[in-house]
């Protein structure tokens, strides 16, 4: 079957045909791929700018993708809740089967890190015509979605690192007078799909959300923010427009985009870290540790998400289709053939929020 792939400590990206040996197992699924999501991680393993990806043992390849949709073409014995034709989407990490955790299918919070992650580390992804998957780790998708169910896994981390934003600042009460959310202002730094779905989940639960950028919205950001009710600000006019902060959610991993904004975080507020990207600095001074002392501010890192959260983000998906009616649509900006599949993936496609292949 034809497959998209990479050579560890290799730069570039081939489709080629390959021959993976997978056999229709109890409790498994024959999976035909429908689409896959490209992100930054795949084109971080395609220029060499993540070094932290490696074939399944055995192979000199791994096929690449973790954002994927398919459809159920074939079911093995003991599958309970897929049958043919189902839509699915798999989930990403896969547990050590050692740690507490993984037991229980929190491997998004594995503690030994044997884990493995489709398209990642030591387990083929998705950009393949298909692949055979134990149920467990694939979500059944709800028909009025299947059209953008490709954004699930990017906004499933999203819906996890809010779970735990949540959970962590019952710590106080957080809420405000009239028992909502609505009086807590939330930065967002940087606009790609997952800033722009941070932006969606705060908004759903009721916060003011200010989605910020060194620059002017794009068209479709400008149409995005307007819909949901978000604030999109350019930050080179300065802090001195936004309110203080009850939350910042990094999405950069710039420590110079987010650093200065923390003099304007209030008490008990929180920093959500979640871009990551190497090489970048700046200064940390220990008046901004007094500050952080002095205030209470929760620093969070998170990365990855669980079975439940991909359930999350697709009742998500179901209630934005609503709500925001074509501002899902909107957000795949490109489909592409397999053949076009490597292009995109070295470089990023102008005005893209994000683009999808398309494999059947
Ligand atoms: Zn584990």
């Not at 021959?19 to 409790?27: C, M, N, P, V």
């Not at 009460?173 to 799909?193: F, H, K, M, Q």
């Amino acid at each position: 079957m034809k497959a998209i792939t990479i050579k560890p400590n290799n730069i570039g990206v081939e489709v080629k045909d390959v021959e993976i040996r997978e056999q229709l197992r109890k409790g498994q699924a024959l999976i035909k791929t429908v689409m896959t999501g490209i992100c930054g991680t795949d084109r971080g393993i395609v220029s060499g700018k993540i070094s932290f990806a490696y074939p399944p043992e055995g192979y000199t390849y791994l096929v690449l993708g973790h954002e994927g949709l398919g459809r159920v073409e074939e079911t093995g014995e003991d599958v309970n809740e897929l049958k043919k034709g189902d839509y699915v989407v798999p989930v990403v990490r896969r547990g050590c089967g050692e740690c507490l955790n993984c037991k229980i299918g929190r491997q998004d919070f594995c503690e030994t890190g044997k884990f493995v992650e489709a398209g990642i580390r030591g387990k083929h992804g998705f950009m393949r015509e298909e692949f055979v998957d134990d149920e467990k780790y694939l979500v059944k998708v709800p028909e009025e979605v299947r059209d953008v169910a490709v954004l699930t896994e990017p906004l499933s981390n999203v819906v996890k690192a809010i779970d735990e934003l949540l959970f962590l600042q019952r710590r106080m009460i957080w809420t405000c007078e009239d028992s909502t959310l609505e009086c807590r202002n939330a930065y967002i730094v940087g606009t790609g799909p997952i800033g722009t779905f941070f932006a969606m989940v705060l908004r759903t639960l009721g916060l003011q959300v200010f989605m910020l950028n060194r620059r002017e919205p794009s068209d479709i950001e400008a149409y995005i923010s307007e819909k949901i009710g978000a604030t999109f600000y350019d930050t080179r006019k300065g802090l001195e427009g936004l309110p203080e902060a009850d939350l910042i959610v990094d999405t950069s991993g710039v420590p110079e985009a987010f650093i200065p904004l923390m003099k304007k975080l209030k008490h008990n507020s929180a920093l959500v870290l979640f871009g990551t990207v190497e090489g970048e600095k700046a200064e940390f001074v220990s008046d901004l540790v007094t500050e952080i002392v002095e205030k209470n501010i929760l620093i969070m890192g998170s990365v990855n998400a669980s079975k439940k959260d991909f359930q999350g983000a697709l009742n998500y998906l179901s209630i934005w289709k609503y709500r925001y009616g074509d501002v899902l649509t909107r957000m795949i900006t490109r489909v592409v053939s397999i053949e076009e599949a490597p292009n995109v993936l070295t470089k990023k496609v102008k005005g893209e929020v994000k683009t999808v292949i398309k494999w059947s």
